[in-house]
């Protein structure tokens, strides 16, 4: 054999065995050993740490008691995953929207698809949009509001960085709320009087009347921001699972799962009052 026959040889077993590698790795994805996995063979997903309810019961993710990680395991059990195999990750929420490496596949920890965060992160499709819910201790003069115009009167009070915060600036068009860096900042103002107000997702204000702070009521309900599409899943910027996941939360949608656990976990009195402009 010729040296150019040798060479042509093991380049032909080389491209073969590439061939075969890569043939196999693509065989392998949409499985739950997909290479593409932050550990194949593990569902790895971040959340708050701690977690509250109704996103999440009794401080345990694994618990699978709660609106968010009731989804997660429907979610891993259409894609493959069995229970045991879904691991959880704790983050904060300014480090699950930050840019950058993620130590998950997804996060779900409430987060709002925004024009702005799909910039730095990516998300899969909207899974649920919440109502807007005004939040007050009795005699606040929001209890007695009937539009925007009366609700600009109050002093409102708002978590930094929150689609909370945007719906105040871009919908009331209040510009002077006082920013908090924690939501517990923002009840204890509240409670020492330097607030009248705020504002949050309807299960968050479930949560925070009948355990943070259940002298405060929920005292009318707002629509929906437009420029706040939802929640979704995170993603690492450009993560190639996306389009498996989104398929697979497609199915569960289809199948009702998530209507069911709204139902379960996130009814509100049906005689709250709306406000609508």
Same mark, same amino acid.
């Given at each position: 054999?010729?040296?150019?026959?040798?060479?042509?040889?093991?380049?032909?077993?080389?491209?073969?065995?590439?061939?075969?590698?890569?043939?196999?790795?693509?065989?392998?994805?949409?499985?739950?050993?997909?290479?593409?996995?932050?550990?194949?063979?593990?569902?790895?997903?971040?959340?708050?740490?701690?977690?509250?309810?109704?996103?999440?019961?009794?401080?345990?993710?694994?618990?699978?008691?709660?609106?968010?990680?009731?989804?997660?395991?429907?979610?891993?059990?259409?894609?493959?995953?069995?229970?045991?195999?879904?691991?959880?990750?704790?983050?904060?929420?300014?480090?699950? %929207? $930050?840019?950058?490496?993620? *130590?998950?596949?997804? #996060?779900?920890?409430?987060?709002?698809?925004? =024009? /702005? @965060?799909?910039?730095?992160?990516?998300?899969?499709?909207?899974?649920?949009?919440?109502?807007?819910?005004? %939040? $007050?201790?009795?005699?606040? *003069?929001?209890?007695? #509001?009937?539009?925007?115009?009366?609700?600009? =009167? /109050? @002093?409102?009070?708002?978590?930094?960085?929150?689609?909370?915060?945007?719906?105040?600036?871009?919908?009331?068009?209040?510009?002077?709320?006082?920013?908090?860096?924690?939501?517990?900042?923002?009840?204890?103002?509240?409670? /020492?009087?330097?607030?009248?107000?705020?504002?949050?997702?309807?299960?968050?204000?479930?949560?925070?009347?009948?355990?943070?702070?259940?002298?405060?009521?929920?005292?009318?309900?707002?629509?929906?921001?437009?420029?706040?599409?939802?929640?979704?899943?995170?993603?690492?910027?450009?993560?190639?699972?996306?389009?498996?996941?989104?398929?697979?939360?497609?199915?569960?949608?289809?199948?009702?799962?998530?209507?069911?656990?709204?139902?379960?976990?996130?009814?509100?009195?049906?005689?709250?009052?709306?406000?609508?402009?």
């Amino acid at each position: 054999m010729t040296e150019r026959s040798a060479l042509r040889s093991a380049f032909i077993v080389l491209l073969t065995l590439l061939l075969s590698i890569f043939t196999s790795v693509v065989a392998q994805e949409r499985t739950t050993m997909d290479p593409r996995l932050v550990t194949p063979g593990k569902l790895t997903v971040g959340t708050g740490d701690p977690v509250y309810p109704p996103w999440m019961l009794n401080n345990d993710p694994a618990g699978g008691e709660g609106f968010e990680n009731g989804l997660v395991y429907a979610l891993a059990a259409e894609m493959g995953f069995a229970h045991e195999d879904v691991v959880w990750v704790g983050q904060t929420f300014d480090q699950a %929207i $930050a840019p950058g490496r993620k *130590p998950y596949d997804f #996060a779900i920890q409430q987060i709002s698809v925004t =024009e /702005a @965060r799909a910039q730095i992160v990516t998300f899969s499709q909207v899974y649920f949009q919440p109502d807007k819910a005004v %939040i $007050a201790l009795p005699g606040s *003069p929001v209890e007695s #509001a009937t539009s925007f115009a009366d609700l600009r =009167e /109050a @002093r409102w009070g708002a978590t930094i960085g929150t689609t909370d915060n945007d719906y105040l600036v871009n919908i009331l068009d209040i510009t002077e709320a006082a920013i908090y860096n924690e939501q517990v900042d923002v009840f204890q103002a509240m409670r /020492a009087g330097q607030i009248d107000a705020t504002l949050v997702s309807l299960p968050t204000a479930l949560y925070v009347t009948a355990v943070q702070v259940p002298e405060a009521n929920i005292t009318s309900l707002l629509p929906p921001d437009e420029n706040d599409r939802g929640h979704g899943l995170l993603f690492e910027y450009n993560n190639p699972l996306v389009e498996w996941v989104d398929d697979a939360l497609s199915a569960v949608i289809a199948r009702g799962v998530v209507e069911d656990l709204k139902n379960t976990y996130l009814i509100a009195d049906p005689d709250l009052p709306v406000i609508t402009e």
